[in-house]
C-alpha cells in the first residue's frame, strides 16, 4: 500500500505506467468556495506538471534507465486492463501538499509561495532532474538523478549537500512508503568518488529494520552503469503526526 505524508484517497493522477505516493483526489476534496459552471473546471483548474516525467534536458543514460525501469512498470492497457508489472514509478510534483486531499487550501495558508526544494528550478535541466521508481514486491526503490550545472560544488563536480539532497530524497520517500509520515533524524554519507556535473547516477534504498517508531534505511549510489560506487549511505527516519508539522509543534 502506498502511503503520503498528508492523510490521501482516492485515484491517482493519470499518467502512463506510474503509481503515486502522493495521491490526490479532487473528487474527494472539499468544494471550492464559489461554483464553477460545469465544464469550466478543468479550464479553470489546470493539471499540475509531473516532473518525474521526461524532458528535453534529459541525457542518453538518464533517459536509458527511465526506460529501463518504466518499462517494467504496471500500466493500464488500451481496453482499459491493468497490466501488473513490479515496478511503479512515482510521479512528482513541486508541492505535494497542494495535490492531496483538501491540501489546495492548505497550501494557501501556509507559506504559499513554498516549492519543494528538488523541482524549484524553472530551467530544465540546471538543477535535479529525477525519477523515482519502487518495487513493493522486493520492497527497493530506485533514483535516477541527472545533476545539473547549478549544483556545482568542487569544480566542474557536483556538490556534497547536493548529493545529500539526492540521496535523502530517494530514501525519505521510501522511508514514507513503509511507514507514513517521517522525518529524517540521522543521515550518516561516505562519499567515495565525485560526480561530474551533468551526469547521471543511480540510487538504490532498501530499508533495513523498523523498530517502534524508528526505520532504517541504507542507500547506494553508484554511476549510471553501475560501475562507479560514488556514496554509500545510512539514516534512521522517525515517524511523526502530520498535524504535529503543520502546527509547528
Ligand atoms: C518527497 C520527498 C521526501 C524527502 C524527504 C526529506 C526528509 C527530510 O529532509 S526531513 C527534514 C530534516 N529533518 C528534520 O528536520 C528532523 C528534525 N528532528 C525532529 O523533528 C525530531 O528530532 C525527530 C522527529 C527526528 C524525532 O523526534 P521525536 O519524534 O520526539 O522522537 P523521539 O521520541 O525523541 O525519538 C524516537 C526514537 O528515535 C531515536 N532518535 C531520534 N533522533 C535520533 C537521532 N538523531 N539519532 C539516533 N536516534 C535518534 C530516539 O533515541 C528514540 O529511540 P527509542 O524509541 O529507541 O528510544
Excluded at 236 to 248: D, R, T, Y
Amino acid at each position: 500500500m502506498t502511503r503520503s505524508i498528508l492523510p490521501l484517497t482516492g485515484r491517482s493522477l493519470r499518467a502512463p505506467k506510474s503509481s503515486c505516493v502522493f495521491i490526490y483526489d479532487d473528487s474527494k476534496a472539499p468544494p471550492p468556495p464559489f461554483s464553477a459552471p460545469q465544464g469550466l473546471a478543468s479550464g479553470f483548474f489546470s493539471k499540475p506538471r509531473d516532473f518525474s516525467l521526461p524532458n528535453s534536458s534529459w541525457g542518453p543514460e538518464m533517459m536509458r534507465l527511465y526506460e529501463q525501469y518504466n518499462s517494467q512498470c504496471g500500466e493500464e492497457t488500451e481496453g482499459g486492463e491493468n497490466r501488473e508489472g513490479p515496478w511503479k514509478r512515482l510521479p512528482s510534483y513541486n508541492r505535494f501538499l497542494k495535490y492531496a486531499t483538501g491540501g489546495v487550501y492548505l497550501s494557501r495558508m501556509i507559506h504559499k509561495k513554498a516549492r519543494l526544494f528538488t523541482r524549484n528550478n524553472r530551467d530544465q535541466g540546471a538543477t535535479f532532474e529525477y525519477v523515482l521508481f519502487f518495487n513493493s514486491e522486493e520492497d527497493k526503490c530506485v533514483g535516477v538523478f541527472q545533476a545539473g550545472h547549478l549544483l556545482e560544488g568542487p569544480p566542474g563536480h557536483v556538490h556534497g549537500g547536493a548529493i545529500a539532497t539526492m540521496i535523502d530524497t530517494v530514501i525519505g520517500t521510501h522511508a514514507t512508503i513503509a511507514c507514513g509520515p517521517v522525518l529524517t533524524a540521522n543521515l550518516n554519507i561516505n562519499y567515495r568518488r565525485p560526480i561530474p556535473l551533468g551526469n547521471t547516477v543511480l540510487l538504490e534504498s532498501s530499508v533495513d529494520k523498523k523498530e517502534g517508531k524508528k526505520v532504517f534505511v541504507t542507500c547506494k549510489m553508484t554511476s549510471s552503469d553501475g560501475s562507479k560506487l560514488h556514496t554509500d549511505s545510512t539514516a534512521l527516519f522517525v515517524s511523526i503526526k502530520v498535524s504535529q508539522l503543520l502546527l509547528g509543534s
